[in-house]
């Protein structure tokens, strides 16, 4: 059964219609990378699937459960995990301390070992302050802090910003991991680093339509990719 299906999805801001009809389904231990120039949608589209930000007109289904009209934190706790563009990790409290807060907002959090077994790379860093951490591996946290709520499904929005090559190849494992476990990633990105390492399939995006979707090879190899996002000149 299809973990996350948006179907038809349409979102305004005011007049502005962002999202004009966008239709993504994500398979359980799959991940699908969704690219796209700056200011197409991408984050309008997470947020619209987790019910936060603007008016959205479509269907949005976890595990075919309908979540059309459903506050986010119904969501969230339905197990839809969402990780922000940028990273949200409280500074000043250790990396156990942050994963402890995320826990208490929900009524069943996922256990902290769980999380270490799927992210080994944290175990070393449980007692540290997470504001002294690289950025990497703050972004580590951020995602202890959505499995915490006992997501079986998660949305990251450019989980690679700013981080170093090496930094991008290790959240690309943990993705990887992520995806064995069962679980389904939509993925936002602009490394296609990471989108060619990880991702099942890919959509490209333009002003708040898919325009390609297939293999990330495919779409490579025809020149999608580049026309899409502008790299040719
Ligand atoms: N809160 C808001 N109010 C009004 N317009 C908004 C709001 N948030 C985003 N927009 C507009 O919606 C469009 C899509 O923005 P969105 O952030 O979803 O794009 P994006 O593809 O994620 O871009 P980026 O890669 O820069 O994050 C843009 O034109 C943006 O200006």
């Not at 995602?143 to 079986?152: E, G, I």
Request: overall charge negative; proline content about 3%.
């Amino acid at each position: 059964m299809a973990a996350l299906s948006l179907t038809d999805l349409h979102a305004y801001y005011g007049k502005a219609h962002v999202l004009q009809g966008v239709s993504i389904t994500v398979e359980s231990g799959c991940v699908v990378g969704l690219f796209g120039r700056n200011g197409v949608g991408k984050t309008t589209l997470l947020q619209s699937a987790m019910g936060l930000g603007p008016r959205v007109i479509g269907g949005i289904f976890l595990d075919g459960e309908d979540f059309s009209g459903i506050p986010a934190d119904h969501r969230a706790r339905s197990g839809l995990g969402y990780m922000p563009q940028g990273v949200r990790v409280f500074r000043d409290l250790t990396v156990e301390e942050n994963y402890r807060v995320a826990a208490y907002s929900v009524p069943k959090a996922r256990d902290l070992d769980e999380i270490v077994g799927m992210v080994p790379e944290l175990k070393d860093l449980l007692s540290r302050p997470a504001g002294r951490l690289s950025g990497g591996q703050q972004q580590l946290v951020s995602l202890m802090r959505s499995l915490a709520t006992n997501c079986r499904f998660l949305m990251m929005d450019e989980p690679t910003e700013g981080l170093m090559p090496a930094m991008v190849e290790r959240i690309a494992e943990v993705t990887k991991r992520l995806a064995s476990a069962g679980y389904g990633v939509l993925l936002v990105e602009q490394s296609l680093l990471l989108g060619e390492a990880v991702c099942d399939r890919i959509h490209l995006m333009e002003k708040g339509r898919i325009v390609h979707s297939g293999r990330f090879d495919e779409l490579s190899s025809s020149g999608a990719i580049a026309e899409t996002l502008g790299l040719i000149h």
